[in-house]
């Protein structure tokens, strides 16, 4: 009985190695493709920027939120490039789904300064929001 187990034991033990293997790629990769801290934080301050310049009634984008262990890949309109973890992609149009319920002021300005952390950024999309033009030196 206790050479069957101990024979078990060495059997499985191999086994165990490799899957613990697996398990430290597997973070390894999701490391690299966890959402960069910097792009994370210019998330938040555009949904911010966006809150404070719009009286929607629903909350605006729930999934960005202020959680160190939130993902923010896999945050709603947010595409990230799936090896480099940059964003690529920001689907904004029609944040909120009110389109008769745009702005404060129908014409307004976003900052320019906000899309700076986007390093990788190819694919902006901020139809449908009121949103006018853009604010900034380069004046675009
Ligand atoms: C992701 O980034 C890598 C390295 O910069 C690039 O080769 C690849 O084409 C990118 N993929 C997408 C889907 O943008
Ligand atoms: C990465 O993204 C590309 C293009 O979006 C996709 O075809 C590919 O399957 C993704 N790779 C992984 C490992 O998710
Ligand atoms: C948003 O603000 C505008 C102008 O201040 C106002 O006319 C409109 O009723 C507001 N909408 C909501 C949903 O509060
Ligand atoms: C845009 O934002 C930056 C950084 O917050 C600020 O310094 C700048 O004055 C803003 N520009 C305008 C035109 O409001």
């Known amino acids: 009985m206790k050479a069957g187990a101990s024979q078990y034991f060495s059997m499985e033990w191999p086994l165990v190695r490799s899957l613990l293997w697996v398990l430290v790629l597997v973070a390894h990769i ?3 493709r966890a959402c960069i801290e910097e792009e994370r934080m210019g998330l938040l301050e555009l949904k911010a ?3 404070s310049n719009t009286n929607y009634t629903e909350p605006l984008l729930p999934s960005w939120v202020y959680d160190l262990k939130s993902e923010c890949c896999n945050w709603e309109r947010v595409k990230c490039n ?3 973890g940059y964003v690529i992609k920001l689907c904004l149009s029609n944040i909120n789904h009110e389109t008769h319920v745009y702005a404060d002021n129908e014409n307004w ?3 320019e300064s ?3 952390p986007f390093k990788e950024l190819r ?3 901020l139809s449908r929001n009121g949103i006018r033009g853009w604010q900034g030196n380069k004046g675009m």
């Open 49 to 51: 920027y966006l809150k």
């Open 114 to 116: 906000l899309l700076q």
């Open 123 to 125: 694919i902006l999309d």
């Open 109 to 111: 300005f976003l900052n």
């Open 82 to 84: 799936n090896t480099t």
């Open 30 to 32: 999701h490391d690299l």
